[in-house]
């Protein structure tokens, strides 16, 4: 299967220097986003743009020619907002009608999910352990992840926290007094990386599979911010012992590794590139 074309839904924070990156590759790139304004700038990047929504059924530009292509990466954040916890389930639903009644064949597709799925055990989590949505605190993007992975020739990526470049942990909490999670190791990839491994799927295609996307060292939460204000001045925050030990998981990206054999630029959440 050789991947020409690769249609991105959902060209933000992730997705558009996902395009540029693409595209830089040799990738002809279709791009959607929810603003009429961002589609002069696809344009002028090369970057064929969609002005699309799903609420959840799609609406917009013409979908069906979205939907030619070689690849699919179904990058809509799955998180419940006002919506509630079916809205996601339902936006993914209607993607897979679209597919279903455009007649579209596409030869892959990746859905860029989270590991927020996984609840906190306490120990390491590994894919396995959240198949069905009874195992799964968010048993709605469990949903989600089977409808993908039953439309066939499809990989679920479950991402970490997406940092780097102008989003710091340390930013969000700087001044706070009295955190109590300081002792919670984190979960966190870097953009960089997150960009690099869904190009070696697209390189390597691994149907019918989920991986977690996670850096592979996992520091603690007071680590990071501490290193995050002292290297941009922010204030620091201060830390309070929680009265029980607080929940956690640890996500483990061994298989990941062990699959397409893909060295992190940034294994070390403690060494994240950032540009505040």
């Not at 999910?113 to 048993?139: A, F, G, H, K, W």
């Not at 993007?141 to 499809?154: C, D, K, M, P, Y």
Request: contains cysteine; aromatic residues 10%.
């Amino acid at each position: 299967m050789k991947i020409e074309t690769v249609s991105i839904l959902g060209c933000g924070w992730l997705g558009f220097p996902l395009a540029e990156r693409l595209l830089d590759s040799g990738y002809v790139v279709k791009g959607s986003t929810t603003s009429k304004e961002k589609l002069p700038i696809f344009w002028k990047r090369g970057i064929k743009p969609y002005e699309l929504r799903l609420t959840p059924t799609p609406e917009g530009d013409d979908l069906a020619d979205f939907l030619d292509t070689d690849a699919l990466i179904i990058n809509i954040p799955p998180k419940a907002g006002q919506q509630g916890d079916v809205f996601h389930p339902q936006q993914i639903r209607a993607v897979a009608d679209a597919l279903r009644q455009t007649g579209a064949k596409i030869p892959y597709i990746l859905y860029v999910s989270s590991t927020s799925i996984y609840p906190d055990l306490n120990r390491m989590v590994v894919e396995d352990d959240v198949m069905t949505p009874n195992q799964s605190l968010s048993p709605a993007f469990v949903e989600a992840e089977q409808t993908v992975l039953g439309l066939g020739h499809s990989t679920v990526l479950r991402f970490g926290g997406l940092l780097g470049y102008n989003r710091i942990p340390g930013r969000y909490v700087a001044g706070k007094q009295g955190l109590t999670t300081g002792s919670v190791p984190v979960n966190y990839i870097h953009r960089d990386d997150g960009i690099q491994i869904i190009t070696a799927f697209l390189n390597n295609p691994q149907p019918g599979q989920i991986f977690n996307v996670v850096a592979p060292e996992h520091p603690t939460r007071e680590a990071v911010y501490r290193q995050n204000c002292a290297d941009f001045g922010y204030e620091t925050p201060t830390f309070a012992e929680p009265s029980e030990p607080a929940p956690y998981k640890i996500v483990s990206p061994e298989k990941l590794i062990k699959t397409i054999g893909y060295p992190f630029q940034y294994a070390d959440p403690l060494a994240f590139y950032y540009t505040p």
